[in-house]
Nanobody
Framework: QVQLVESGGGLVQAGGSLRLSCAAS????????MGWYRQAPGKQRELVAT???????NYADSVKGRFTISRDNAKNTVYLQMNNLKPEDSAVYYC??????????????????WGQGTQVTVSS
């Protein structure tokens, strides 16, 4: 009913940049908070950054000053600009959204919808 599809991952050298995108599709009425999380092998999934529909942002300390989250509400899309990448940024990056959507005759809320993930690998 609602899908999140990430793109933009890849292999980059340390110090390089990547831009991730995540587009939401479906019978969407409204998207509240959107965010990016990441999970490295053997580690728990962790918050990278979130952004509200009004544009308020929150970042993990480890990415402050290097990553920028933004969104285009008209396109139901969230972006993550990642600069000065470090090997420790290597992980699968997941998009997450709090979505209010139509389901038949009803309006439902999916407060933790995940994308399939996109791999980011930073070589030293």
């Amino acid at each position: 009913q609602v899908q999140l599809v990430e793109s933009g991952g890849g292999l980059v050298q340390a110090g390089g940049s990547l831009r991730l995108s995540c587009a939401a599709s479906g019978s969407i009425l409204r998207i509240n908070v959107m965010g990016w999380y990441r999970q490295a092998p053997g580690k728990q999934r962790e918050l990278v950054a979130t952004i509200t529909s009004g544009g308020s942002t929150n970042y993990a300390d480890s990415v402050k000053g290097r990553f920028t989250i933004s969104r285009d509400n008209a396109k139901n899309t969230v972006y993550l600009q990642m600069n000065n990448l470090k090997p420790e940024d290597s992980a699968v990056y997941y998009c997450n959204a709090d979505v209010v959507y139509y389901s038949g005759d009803y309006i439902r809320r999916g407060n933790s919808i995940w994308g399939q993930g996109t791999q980011v690998t930073v070589s030293s």
